[in-house]
C-alpha cells in the first residue's frame, strides 16, 4: 500500500509536490511576511488535527 497524504480543498498551494512546506512565495511580487504567516497558519491547522477535506492517494 502506497503513502496516504491528507491535502485539504486549498492546502496545494502551501506544499511542494514531496508534501513539504513551502516556505517561499510561489509569486516573487506576493508580500514574503504574509506568505510566511499563511504558511504558519496553515501549519497550526496541521497541529490541530483538523478532519481532512480531501484525502489523496500517492504511490511511493
Do not use: C
Given at each position: 500500500?502506497?503513502?496516504?497524504?491528507?491535502?485539504?480543498?486549498g492546502?496545494?498551494?502551501?506544499?511542494?509536490?514531496?508534501?513539504?512546506?513551502?516556505?517561499?512565495?510561489?509569486?516573487?511580487?506576493?508580500?514574503?511576511?504574509?506568505?510566511?504567516?499563511?504558511?504558519?497558519?496553515?501549519k497550526?491547522?496541521?497541529?490541530?488535527?483538523e478532519?481532512?477535506?480531501?484525502?489523496?492517494?500517492?504511490?511511493?
Amino acid at each position: 500500500m502506497g503513502a496516504v497524504s491528507v491535502l485539504r480543498a486549498g492546502d496545494e498551494k502551501f506544499h511542494y509536490s514531496d508534501g513539504s512546506h513551502r516556505w517561499t512565495a510561489p509569486d516573487p511580487e506576493y508580500d514574503q511576511e504574509v506568505w510566511e504567516e499563511q504558511v504558519r497558519q496553515h501549519k497550526l491547522g496541521h497541529l490541530r488535527n483538523e478532519p481532512p477535506r480531501v484525502r489523496i492517494r500517492r504511490i511511493v
